[in-house]
């Protein structure tokens, strides 16, 4: 069990590259189990749910073979097992997309109920709908779902709420239905496109990814390829807060500055000079910044997984900000942590109120969540002071080398064991 320490501070500055989207990962991963022959994937982000991905891989019978930090080599042609192993499946919430790719190529799937950072209610009704709907029962049983079809056949689905992983499901298993799928209000997030482009790359028929109306012409095979993930756009952007938070002056490299059109948008609002190119941004840092109104929204809105991040540094900004958080039901868990460095934010519902103060204090705290952690390691960097973050490998879960590249960018962080007697005690 190790925890980030930080002595806060430091300006950073130079720049830093972006990894491959975690979010887009974690869907075509499970996707290459589709194929009839291997994939190679790269810019695949070295991260904990990938690892965790491929281990799943392996464990239904898929030759896995590391070619570089980045890329891998799939071969999906021994896969006969249809069953996710419990633990796997619980440490993180993706595991569910091998639901839908299951079901697509062998028309069973028994999948632990899935993982994953711990954001209020997550239900998966919307994914089971679809199931549904496109010809396979289920039943959840032992914390298990099994889905079981005889035939899966093409349908209009509407999803009563916009949700990245239905969406996705509906996609994986539809693609090799019989006949035309069309998912109506579908989610549209950059990984979406980029799932929807990898299938399209194996032989897949789909069309209007990116758009509300996503048609899908179902294929009876699909041959491996090779592929090259998106940039994470919520890892860019978690990067450019950082280097607002300590007034600093960076290039944020391998990014598609589109997909970070709603962050950028925002932190020009709060007087963070931002500057585009074809695939980097130059991040300039201020010595203050303006209050803002942010609520939360399925893309192209700002992303929930921004929403932490954002805070920690308007706990800095002048006056009254205020979040309203519109996916989730619980995401301001990080608010206590950030309160014992000296943020002044009461918390209403789905509603944040964050009085701006002139300073953070390092202080010990814990990442309650993925982006809880990120935001605690932002606000770290701000101080002058010592921050140590417990609970770090949530953050290992989604961040490559997060501390190295920050370190590269001037921050002094370092990880440090936490002893066996004091592990105990916590
Ligand atoms: C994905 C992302 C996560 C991000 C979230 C929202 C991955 C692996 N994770 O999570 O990082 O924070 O999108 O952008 O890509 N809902 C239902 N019923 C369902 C499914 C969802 O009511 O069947 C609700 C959820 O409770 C939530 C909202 O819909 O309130 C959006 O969730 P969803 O987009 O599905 O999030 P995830 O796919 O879990």
Known sequence: MEKFIINGGNRL???VEISGAKNAAVAIIPATLLADSPC??????????????????????????????????????????VAVPYELARSMR???????????????????????????????????????????NYTIEHGIVELDADFLFGTQIYFDKVSVGATINAMLAAVKAEGLTILENSAKEPHIVDLANFLNSMGADIMGAGTDVIKIRGVSELHGATYSIIPDQIEAGTFMIAVAATKGDALIKNVIPKHLEPITSKLRKIGVVVMEY?????????DSYER???????????????????????????????????????????????????????????????????????????AS??????????????????????????????????????????????KREIPANIRKAL
């Open 13 to 15: 500055t130079g720049e």
């Open 40 to 81: 190679i994937l790269e810019n695949v982000p070295n991260i904990n749910d990938v690892s965790i991905d491929l281990r799943i891989l392996r464990e239904l019978g898929a030759e896995v073979t590391v070619i570089n930090n980045s890329t891998i080599r799939i071969d999906p042609r021994n896969i006969r097992d």
């Open 94 to 136: 993706a595991s569910y997309y091998f639901l839908g790719t299951l079901l697509s190529k062998f028309r069973h799937a028994s999948v632990p109920m899935p993982g994953g950072c711990d954001l209020g209610d997550r239900p998966m009704d919307q994914h089971l709908k679809c199931f549904r709907a496109l010809g396979s």
């Open 278 to 286: 074809d695939d980097s941004v130059r991040v300039i840092g201020q």
């Open 292 to 366: 803002i109104t942010v609520k939360t929204m399925p893309h192209p809105g700002f992303p929930t997984d921004m929403q932490p991040q954002l805070a920690a540094l308007l706990t800095l900004a002048k006056g009254t900000s205020i979040i309203n958080e519109g996916i989730f039901d619980n995401r301001f868990r990080y608010v206590d942590e950030l309160r014992r460095m000296g943020a002044d934010i009461s918390v209403d519902g789905n509603v944040a109120m964050i009085e701006g103060v002139s300073h953070l204090t390092g202080a010990p705290v814990k």
């Open 369 to 414: 969540d993925l982006r809880a952690g990120a935001a605690l390691i932002i606000a770290g960097l701000s101080t002058n002071g010592t921050t140590e973050i417990e609970d770090i490998y949530h953050v290992e879960r989604g961040y490559e080398n997060m501390d190295e590249k920050l370190r590269k960018m001037g921050a002094d962080i370092y």
